[in-house]
């Protein structure tokens, strides 16, 4: 998929064009990396607990940002300090995030999000209102756990 | 992927455990075939635009099944016609998958779906609502287009 142009799409059903645009085994990974921690640069997503590999990282930046889905600011000083951010197709990932985040609490017995956590009762209850708070927090430049970036 | 027994995820981290679960090039396809069409055999699922390869297809249905999202019943006679189903935690997917939908309609300009079309507008204004509503429709062995599963 990493070399995939906005053309050669295999079909335009609307579920097989999310899987191609972001449904890989990192780009969740990044775009969860900043909505939760507010991570902006390159060495802050080389340190994700899931270990990504340099390459695949640098891949995966450039075809996210290729698909619209992530705009970078380039710091002209260190290449490594570029600043990634959201686009508003990339804030409207947001639903879908928020979803998986309740499916795993829900259905994975080790997840980090336990069900009657704060965050699992408001996502349960409301989730497409968390998405329109959580959206405007990062319009804003924050994110879920402001002290989690590093 | 393929072969990530239940305890080798790469971290519980609620987003990583969906991207492990489902978010592959093609489990969310099947997924799709099965909400969307009512498929429910390997044969249907073989014939779906994408060209899924066979052993594809295969190892996607064997780990599917493993992690309880699919439940298979043999059929004696013909193991391509065993029937494929959702579990609880395979319609749980459901929220997911319909705003995957969602946010293609809105963000690429060849989606068969479109911005205006019936199932974008119910969609828009009520996603967990509609979303409880295929669940119970898939319950009893429906789907959200019965003609379109040849």
């Not at 060495?43 to 450039?62: H, W």
């Not at 409207?92 to 499916?103: A, G, Q, R």
Request: with cysteine; aromatic share 10%; charged share 25%.
């Amino acid at each position: 998929m990493k070399t995939t142009p906005k053309e050669a799409f295999r079909s335009h059903c609307a579920v097989n064009y999310g899987v191609e645009a972001f449904g890989d085994r990192w780009s969740l990974l990044i775009i969860r990396d900043i909505v939760f921690t507010g991570k902006k640069t390159y060495g802050q997503f080389l340190k994700s607990e899931e270990g990504i590999a340099t390459n695949v990282l640098a891949s995966r930046l450039a075809f996210l940002e290729e698909q619209g889905i992530l705009s970078k600011k380039p710091n002209p000083d260190d290449r490594r300090k570029d600043f990634y951010a959201l686009t508003e197709k990339g804030l409207d990932l947001i639903p879908i995030l928020l979803n998986i985040v309740l499916w795993s609490a829900k259905h994975d017995s080790q997840s980090y999000v336990r069900p009657g956590s704060k965050l699992f009762d408001q996502l349960s209850q409301s989730p497409a209102q968390v998405s329109e708070e959580v959206k405007a927090l990062l319009r804003e430049g924050g994110c879920i756990f402001p002290a989690g970036n590093e």
